[in-house]
């Protein structure tokens, strides 16, 4: 009886520790998937940051190119209704 006890003791002493060993990679896992989220979290708000930088200089450029058709479309209008000195 005395020899199951102390195997049982020992089962259970291993098993605790291995259980504890477990739980510490677990626990740095989730750390460490923690981390990796942040990271990812702040590339996400880079790149949105970045596209809305990219989002305005679209907007500057169709601007441009706006102001460019209208002097084409007065051009054009001045060709077809030349005036007569």
């Known amino acids: 009886m005395a020899e199951f006890a102390s195997s049982f ?4 002493r291993n098993r ?3 259980s504890l060993e477990r739980e510490k990679s677990v626990s740095s ?3 460490s998937n ?3 989220a942040c990271d990812h979290k702040d ?3 880079e790149a949105l940051d970045k596209i809305g930088a990219i989002g ?3 907007n500057t450029i169709l ?3 706006n102001k460019l058709d209208v002097i084409e479309i007065s051009i054009k209008n001045i060709e077809k209704n030349p005036r007569e000195p």
């Open 9 to 12: 003791i020992r089962k259970r």
């Open 16 to 18: 605790s520790s291995a």
């Open 29 to 31: 896992e989730v750390t």
């Open 34 to 36: 923690d981390n990796s």
């Open 43 to 45: 590339e996400v708000m």
């Open 56 to 58: 305005k200089q679209l």
């Open 63 to 65: 601007d441009r190119l």
